[in-house]
């Protein structure tokens, strides 16, 4: 789920949950990236620069059963958001999964609706 806040940040939480590996530790890295128009045209907005860190590595996990991740990222000004790529990486491989911002952004009811 993302969240606005104030300041044009974005909250993210992100629940990983696994099923193979039932009761053995997962562990490896997310990173997101979230795809859209800038400028007319399709672009793509990486990791680093959600954070505003060049070379950031990715966000930590590892659990038995499920984790609760959460962030806060940026969106660059005039971009406007169409789908969220959540990216894991670890020991277990690499996955992806992508979804629509619609269905990912929660609007907090006293904060503005930005980037619809």
Partial sequence: VFQPEAGGTWQ???TLT????????TKGQLRLS?????NGKLASVKW??????????G??????YFEALQGTVMLPSGFSPQRVK???????????????????????????????
């Fill in 86 to 116: 959540v990216s894991l990486k670890g020991p277990f491989g690499a996955s992806e999964q992508i979804f629509n911002w619609k269905q990912v952004k929660a609007v907090a009811a006293d904060a503005p609706d930005r980037n619809k």
């Fill in 12 to 14: 993210y939480t992100i």
């Fill in 48 to 57: 680093d620069e959600l954070l505003q860190k060049p070379g950031a590595p």
């Fill in 18 to 25: 696994q099923n193979i590996n039932r009761g053995g530790i």
């Fill in 59 to 64: 966000q930590p996990f590892s659990f038995r």
């Fill in 34 to 38: 979230v795809e859209g128009v800038r």
